[in-house]
């Protein structure tokens, strides 16, 4: 079945501690993107992907790494977790960037750092 | 800054209309979204404007107005199902979204 899979689906992580949250998309699409959502607020970018090989930064980058080695995985590190990344993390993707390309989201990773 | 607002909450009565409003301020446009989120699921998207006017699909209608940075959500013949958060997302000069904080709708039978 065609989608975006997140792995793992929740966790629980002392502070401190290195996480990689997985991300993988078998559309063939170009564009991937990380969100966190927060109560009361918006989704806000973590960083994003155009394409394979590239990435860029979003709205809140720091404490966050990704990495783009190929077109369907974007895997997003918390080199050191610290409490406020706590948060539920969305992985999407996009076939392009501009029009009417909508984006897809995957189910989400529920994170909490103790 | 950019900004995207929009009601908290809103209630409406199963088979209703409800029109769910968004303002937006942002630097450059290139696109207005609305997406529905049921609770503890991810965001699905509902439409996409990028000229004034109505886009029409089944029950739900979105209007936009790019001068007046406005765009409204209009839900017809409410349905229980229909219960969830409805967010707004504008593209930005960037090509990325911008998004609002959502609005929660509650179908009262």
């Known amino acids: 079945i065609a989608g975006i899979t997140q792995a793992p689906t929740s966790q629980i992580l002392a502070a401190g501690r290195r996480m990689t949250l997985r991300c993988t998309q078998d559309m063939r699409h170009n564009a991937m993107y990380w969100y966190r959502q927060d109560l009361g607020l918006g989704l806000r970018l973590i960083h994003y992907s155009n394409t394979a090989g590239t990435t860029g930064k979003g709205e809140v980058p720091d404490g966050y790494s990704v990495s783009r080695a190929n077109t369907d995985d974007f895997p997003l590190t918390l080199a050191s977790a610290v409490p406020s990344q706590t948060s539920v993390y969305f992985c999407a993707s996009s076939e392009g960037l501009a029009g009417g390309n909508e984006q897809f989201f995957g189910p989400g990773t529920r994170l909490t750092v103790l | 800054g950019q900004n995207i607002d929009q009601p908290t909450e809103m209630t409406a009565t199963e088979g209703a209309i409800v029109q769910i409003n968004c303002t937006y301020q942002?630097?450059?446009?290139?696109?207005l979204f609305w997406y529905q989120q049921h609770a503890g699921e991810a965001p699905t998207f509902l439409s996409y404007?990028?000229l004034d006017g109505l886009e029409e699909k089944g029950r739900f209608s979105s209007f936009l107005s790019r001068s007046k940075g406005y765009s409204y959500l209009l839900l017809k013949e409410l349905q229980m199902k229909d219960s969830a958060s409805y967010l707004c997302a504008v593209r930005d000069s960037n090509y990325q979204l911008i998004w609002g904080a959502g609005t929660k709708l509650i179908i009262k039978p």
């Open positions: 404007n990028v």
């Open positions: 942002t630097s450059g446009f290139n696109g």
